[in-house]
Each structure stands twice: as structure tokens, then as C-alpha cells.
T-cell receptor
Framework: GNSVTQMEGPVTLSEEAFLTINCTYT??????LFWYVQYPGEGLQLLLK?????DKGSNKGFEATYRKETTSFHLEKGSVQVSDSAVYFC???????????FGKGTTLSVSS | DVKVTQSSRYLVKRTGEKVFLECVQD?????MFWYRQDPGLGLRLIYF???????EKGDIPEGYSVSREKKERFSLILESASTNQTSMYLC??????????FGDGTRLSIL
């Protein structure tokens, strides 16, 4: 079945450091891929998405590229801020599916 | 902007009680979802609905049921609450294959 594996946290960085959170997936066909972010005390918000191979999703300085050859969708940001501290979830929706399958989440903590 | 509203942010109930968690969305989305979120386990799908009175089991439906009598409202029901159902519950909605929009969650404690 479909599944998502993302790097375990917590990830602790200083402000302005480079961020990578790894995400790989297992799926048949051509899934859609998503990154969601959850700030403390809130629900999940869509951060970015990609719906086909080689698509790059981007938002708020974050980027992720849909790599079918490596079944990956790694999240990157060139310079993190304290306000980026949150839990990040990688997710996929199968080609014929409606519901999302989530990774276990990665906690990011950025200090000034 | 899409608004998904969950009726309670925090809820404390006792074992054996029947518990209702309510979720309302204001964007006429046909799809609605209930997840539970636990540390180290991420989000797991309990049930979803793709239309009024329609429901599909997710990955962990045991001990739960759902009701969707109106398009905007999707209720999660714990028939007889148990301590292992203490968790954060998140509701989401979506239109067709568009991304899901989430509510702020209900943190439920079963004593």
C-alpha cells in the first residue's frame, strides 16, 4: 500500500541556517505530494504541493521538488526564521484516492 | 477563505460515555475527513465522507462512527469512550481533488 516516510526529529537550527527535511514515499502510479505545517496550538495548513513528476512546489521561502526517480519530496528552505518553528508533515494522495496518507511529522525548532 | 470549525478545542469525558465531536465547513466541500493525531504516529485517518449520508472507513475506524446528515457538517462519535481514545482529533474538508483544509483540532481527554 501507499506510505510516507519522513526524517525523525526534532530538528534544531539557528536562525538563518539551511533546512532540509527528507521525505520519501511508496505509491503506485502518480500520486500528488504535499507538505503541511502545524504551528503550536493550531491545525494543519497546506504549505506547498506538487501533482506530477519534476513539479516544484514553493511557498514562504520553502521549496520541494517531486522526484519520481528517487520517490522523494524533500522540503528545503535557504534561511530559516524563529517563526518557522513548527511541526512539518509530508503527505501523499494516491492517483485514484481522496484521503491523504501522512508521514509521522518532523518538529523544527529555530533559535535566535 | 475556507473555514473549518470544530466545536470544542478541549474536551474531558469519562470512560463509557458517548462522545460527539462536531465539524462544520463553510465552502460547500463534498469531502470531509476525521483524523486523530498522536505523538510519534502522525495523523491517521478514522473515517471520511464524500457526500451526504456517505461514509468510508479509514485506517483506524474501530470504536468510532460518523454521521453526515448535511453537507456542511460531519460528526465523529465515540460510542463508548475509552482511555486509549485520548488524543487530538482533526477534521478536514476538500473539494474534489483539491488540498484539504483543516480545523484547529479538538484535544480530547478520556478519564
Amino acid at each position: 500500500g501507499n506510505s510516507v516516510t519522513q526524517m525523525e526529529g526534532p530538528v534544531t537550527l539557528s536562525e538563518e541556517a539551511f533546512l532540509t527535511i527528507n521525505c520519501t514515499y511508496t505509491a503506485t502510479g502518480y500520486p500528488s505530494l504535499f507538505w503541511y505545517v502545524q504551528y503550536p496550538g493550531e491545525g494543519l495548513q497546506l504549505l506547498l504541493k506538487a501533482t506530477k513528476a519534476d513539479d516544484k512546489g514553493s511557498n514562504k521561502g520553502f521549496e520541494a521538488t517531486y522526484r519520481k526517480e528517487t520517490t522523494s519530496f524533500h522540503l528545503e528552505k535557504g534561511s530559516v526564521q524563529v517563526s518557522d518553528s513548527a511541526v512539518y508533515f509530508c503527505a501523499l494522495r494516491g492517483q485514484a484516492g481522496t484521503a491523504l496518507i501522512f508521514g509521522k511529522g518532523t518538529t523544527l525548532s529555530v533559535s535566535s | 477563505d475556507v473555514k473549518v470549525t470544530q466545536s470544542s478545542r478541549y474536551l474531558v469525558k469519562r470512560t463509557g460515555e458517548k462522545v460527539f465531536l462536531e465539524c462544520v465547513q463553510d465552502m460547500d466541500h463534498e469531502n470531509m475527513f476525521w483524523y486523530r493525531q498522536d505523538p510519534g504516529l502522525g495523523l491517521r485517518l478514522i473515517y471520511f465522507s464524500y457526500d451526504v449520508k456517505m461514509k468510508e472507513k479509514g485506517d483506524i475506524p474501530e470504536g468510532y462512527s460518523v454521521s453526515r446528515e448535511k453537507k456542511e457538517r460531519f460528526s465523529l462519535i465515540l460510542e463508548s469512550a475509552s482511555t486509549n481514545q485520548t488524543s487530538m482529533y482533526l477534521c478536514a474538508s476538500s473539494w474534489s481533488n483539491q488540498p484539504q483544509h483543516f480545523g484547529d483540532g479538538t484535544r480530547l481527554s478520556i478519564l
